[in-house]
């Protein structure tokens, strides 16, 4: 089953509210509190691994808080990484309360996989573009039975029927007595009303926050005043700070350590060998980092990786010629070969990436009188470090609190399997601890660290052929896909491996919505010990890469448009993707042709569509070539349909940021490995997208009533096939290798 079937799966699984699965907490204490108990769904229960499920949880969950001061607190269960989910779970709330958005405000949910899990993974927990759709339903109802206690609490007061009552920009009426009051009057009151056993949801229609282009983001201030608080920012009592000294080549241990000199350097307090590596615990982080750099270790790379990656890439690309793990198979593509007018083939190759979050990754852990935890950190996976934690403290889940803070980027980099770093922090503070310093401890990361030993998007080999009949129509399409899992050997593989082929490495390919009547997509496995992870749009970054630039090889011999070609291939079965593809085309003038450049530069657009977690974009990218062959990315016109556009700021800041990761990353960025040791180290080697290569972005958002979905990774996948198309129908030059810079045209 593909991630998006289950993405699906879980989406049906939560798409009609009942009351039955539901009750309500009202609070006390004179504000009114309001939420929901939701238990996980049968989504969970059946596809969630074994130990990541739990039984529903008796307690009510809180997801609105309406204070004496007026305000309105949403308690937003996902990790707000910069994808702006704070200022969109408000909107929804903020709409069935009929708030003002002046009064609303945002805050992380405590850590609780039972109350506050994400109903597509079963656990508490961030990805996947999931948050909107999640907490669609529940913070709809959590907010307009707020909004009837609230009215109800007014009628009682003032002696009025309740249907005479409205409610406007968070304050509550009655005309014909002239009678108001704000939310906070009425909080009180409200708290002590019974819970309504049904509520009534507005229509669509009946908007007036949902899709208000003119909602400012909750964090803006707080951000830009630096009172915004990351994990960075933390400083509790007696806290000291460490850095690990990791293996250079992945799968490396230690085999022996001299720490003289380190404990030497003046502010480090102990040095610690671990299974990890080597902790150099210090006063602050640059005594850590001086005492790790006086480490001598000899380290046992006796199963260490020691290949570079083009030796790794050869392999890749000999493996993509034999059969393969079967992913996708229609029809005879054997026969419809044979009888094909025309045969394109074509390879592409993906490299390493990194994350490379702009928040170095760290986090404080402090152990607490009872034998757990409390950290401080950008958690994304709650659901998965607190029983991590938990096993390594020797106590249970629920003694090891987390606070989550902003978190300065992730792109899927903080959703380890693992809690690696979090993993980490806890070791160091248990093996201190045990020496008698049970004391707070700030782990960090350097870039460095990070770049070099990082969780990276696996390296991948493309090898596709399709085949045209005498009319240009695309008859058949072999594809075999070449590439490590992160997921096996995780809790997530027996849900998302399935048949011997990871889901997460064909998505978009496998599922491919262009109608080919014979189709074979084969997956190989390859084994490192380089550790890789999900990296934002995941399995799509080369799946839609390698899908559209391909079809654009096959418009080129089939002799038609490309924009024309792909609505053949989509006809009437994927309206969404045509809607988006017609509506990009459309804004980016695809029908008239691009002024030629004053100094006889190339000019050309390329167009990409593409679905990805239940969301649909498509790209058109306007470039010029130079007369040395160099690109440049002019324009780009993006259309997204992502259901009911919730807040639309949100949504073209989202779309606009995955185009230029998109792009960025395809310009020049990669991860190589020499003898088995990673060649970049920070920004100077691995260079993120500047803003003097930023283009101008333009997105166009399609009106729908269709549930939400979500947008942080959808605007990847199709970013860079657009421009690696605009260069091939400007030049001619096939982009078959990223990152661009290989070809020399950056």
Wanted: hydrophobic share 45%; net charge neutral.
């Amino acid at each position: 089953m593909m991630l998006r079937q289950l993405l699906r799966q879980a989406a049906s699984n939560v798409a009609e509210p009942t009351p039955s699965r539901r009750t309500f907490l009202k609070g006390t204490g004179g504000a009114l509190v309001i939420g929901a108990v939701v238990p996980l769904g049968s989504f969970a229960a059946e596809t969630a691994a074994p130990g990541l499920v739990g039984p529903a949880d008796p307690r009510p969950n809180l997801f609105v808080r309406v204070a004496k001061d007026n305000t309105v607190t949403v308690l937003v269960k996902h990790l707000d990484k910069g994808q702006g989910i704070m200022t969109g779970l408000t909107t929804i709330v903020a709409e069935e309360l009929d708030a003002d958005w002046s009064q609303m405000r945002g805050e992380h949910a405590p850590a609780d996989s039972k109350l506050y899990g994400n109903h597509f993974f079963g656990i508490q927990g961030t990805g996947g573009s999931t948050a909107v759709a999640n907490s669609w339903d529940e913070l709809r109802m959590a907010g307009a039975a707020a909004r009837v206690m609230l009215v109800n609490a007014a009628a009682s007061q003032w002696k009025v029927p309740a249907d005479q009552i409205t409610v406007a920009k968070g304050v509550v009426s009655h005309k014909a007595s002239g009678k108001s009051a704000t939310f906070g009057q009425l909080a009180e009151a409200a708290s002590k009303q019974p819970i309504p056993a049904k509520v009534t949801l507005k229509e669509p229609g009946q908007y007036s926050l949902i899709g208000n282009e003119t909602l400012h983001r909750l964090d803006h201030v707080s951000k830009t005043n630096g009172t915004a608080i990351f994990a960075m920012d933390i400083r509790r009592p007696n806290q000291v700070t460490a850095v690990l000294a990791r293996s250079p080549r992945f799968g490396g241990t230690v085999k022996s350590v001299d720490d003289k000199a380190a404990r030497a350097v003046p502010g480090v307090i102990d040095v610690l060998t671990l299974p990890v590596g080597v902790a150099v615990v210090a006063k602050n982080t640059w005594a850590a980092i001086k005492g790790r750099e006086a480490l001598s270790i000899d380290w046992d790379d006796s199963k260490a990786e020691k290949r570079g990656t083009d030796q790794m890439l050869a392999e890749y690309r000999a493996q993509a010629k034999k059969p393969g793990t079967k992913a996708a198979r229609k029809g005879d593509t054997g026969a419809a070969f044979k009888t094909a007018a025309k045969v394109v083939e074509a390879e592409y190759s993906f490299p390493y990436l990194a994350h490379a979050p702009m928040e170095p990754l760290n986090a404080t852990l402090e152990i607490t009188a009872d034998g757990g935890a409390e950290i401080w950190a950008g958690s994304q996976f709650q659901g998965i470090e607190q029983p991590v934690v938990a096993g390594i403290l020797g106590t249970t889940p629920d003694k090891v609190k987390i606070n989550t803070l902003w978190a300065g980027g992730s792109f899927g980099r903080r959703a380890t399997t693992n809690a690696d770093y979090i993993a980490e922090v806890a070791l160091i503070a248990k093996a201190l601890a045990a020496k008698g310093k049970k004391v707070p401890v700030h782990l960090v990361w350097t870039r460095e660290d990070d770049i070099q030993g990082g969780r990276y998007r696996p390296m991948v080999v493309h090898r596709v052929k399709g085949g045209l009949d005498k009319a240009g129509k695309l008859v058949a399409w072999e594809q075999a896909i070449v590439t490590q899992s992160f997921i096996a050997d995780t809790p997530f593989a027996q849900v998302m491996i399935k048949d011997g082929v990871d889901a997460t490495a064909v998505e978009g390919a496998s599922d491919m919505a262009y109608a080919v009547p014979n189709l074979s997509v084969d997956y190989h496995q390859m084994a490192s010990p380089v550790t890789t992870l999900w990296w934002r749009s995941v399995g799509h970054t080369h799946t839609a890469y390698a899908k559209e630039a391909f079809v654009e090889e096959l418009a080129a011999a089939a002799g038609k448009d490309s924009v024309a070609f792909r609505l053949e291939l989509l006809g009437d079965a994927h309206p969404r993707l045509t809607g988006v593809l017609k509506l990009a085309a459309e804004k980016a003038g695809w029908s008239k042709p691009l002024a030629p450049a004053a100094d006889g530069s190339k000019r050309a657009r390329g167009v990409a569509v593409h679905e990805s977690f239940s969301s649909f974009v498509a790209h058109v990218a306007e470039v010029t070539v130079s007369k040395d062959g160099k690109i440049k990315v002019d324009r780009v016109v993006v259309a997204v349909d992502c259901g009911v556009p919730v807040n639309p700021n949100v949504i073209k800041a989202q779309i606009e940021g995955g185009t230029g990761f998109g792009i960025g990353h395809a310009l020049r960025d990669q991860i190589t490995l020499t003898d088995g040791l990673v060649d970049q180290s920070n920004f100077d080697g691995y260079e993120p997208m500047r803003l003097s290569d930023m283009p101008d972005v333009e997105v166009h958002i399609v009106a729908s009533t269709a549930r939400p979905t979500g947008v942080g990774e959808p605007g990847v996948p199709t970013a860079a096939p657009a421009v690696a198309n605009a260069v091939f129908r400007a030049t001619g030059q096939k982009l078959h290798d990223l990152p661009f810079s290989k070809a020399g045209v950056v």
